[in-house]
Antibody, heavy 120, light 112 residues
Framework: QVQLQESGPGLVKPSQTLSLTCTVS??????????WSWIRQPPGKGLEWIGYIYYTGSTYYNPSLKSRVSMSLDTSKNQFSLKLSSVTVADTAVYYC????????????WGQGTLVTVSS | QSALTQPPSASGSAGQSVTISCTGT?????????VSWYQQHPGKAPKLMIYDVSKRPSGVPDRFSGSKSGNTASLTVSGLQAEDEADYYC????????????FGGGTKLTVL
């Protein structure tokens, strides 16, 4: 059974870059069957898709965040990462990594989420 | 990218049925049979309940069903149980050249 675990700083200063890593166990990020996704949820609000990365390195980003987002893979560590630049308080959220099954166009496995607070 | 439209709340008595709607456009819900529904309990990660409009992943009770008509998708929960009380989010694929994936604003389901 695949498991995902987010890691990274819980506090980021405004204008800095938010960096998170998702470690995948029980499955390979090099599989053609999945996209590897980032989704966030501001406190008390709904879900927002940030984007996903395929095993080839191809990426798809939310247009509203595209200018500030980058994602990458580290196949040697079975990890994928998110960077969000020039953060503001509006980027404060629980950040989830998830496995998006190509054949299902849905996220069937999620990490527990990590709260990132943007504050000086 | 506009979020899909869901009612903020829905409710039903235990044993009854409730339907939650999710309205999009021809560019997302109406354009693809790729609507999903997620259940989220407080403090927990979302759980996939329905994918491809009406398919259930293994382990999801058949009390949960999905459908779509035009630009509106629906999730129906039959035989409501106390543990069904949660937030529900719809999502839709919106094309790789457009917006990728878009979510609804979420519906808080209360079991009376």
């Amino acid at each position: 059974q695949v498991q995902l675990q987010e890691s990274g700083p819980g506090l980021v200063k405004p204008s800095q870059t938010l960096s998170l890593t998702c470690t995948v166990s029980g499955g390979s990020i090099s599989s053609a069957d999945y996209y590897w996704s980032w989704i966030r949820q501001p406190p008390g609000k709904g879900l927002e898709w940030i984007g996903y990365i395929y095993y080839t390195g191809s990426t798809y980003y939310n247009p509203s965040l595209k200018s500030r987002v980058s994602m990458s893979l580290d196949t040697s560590k079975n990890q994928f990462s998110l960077k969000l630049s020039s953060v503001t308080v509006a980027d404060t959220a629980v950040y989830y990594c998830a496995r998006d099954v190509v054949a299902m166009t849905s996220c069937d496995s999620w990490g527990q989420g990590t709260l990132v607070t943007v504050s000086s | 990218q506009s979020a899909l439209t869901q009612p903020p709340s829905a409710s039903g008595s235990a044993g009854q049925s409730v339907t939650i709607s999710c309205t999009g456009t021809s560019s997302d819900v109406g354009g693809y049979n790729y609507v999903s529904w997620y259940q989220q309990h407080p403090g927990k990660a979302p759980k996939l309940m329905i994918y491809d409009v009406s398919k259930r992943p293994s382990g999801v009770p058949d009390r949960f069903s999905g459908s779509k008509s035009g630009n509106t998708a629906s999730l129906t929960v039959s035989g409501l149980q106390a543990e069904d009380e949660a937030d529900y989010y719809c999502s839709s694929y919106a094309g790789s050249n457009n917006f990728g994936v878009t979510f609804g604003g979420g519906t808080k389901l209360t079991v009376l």
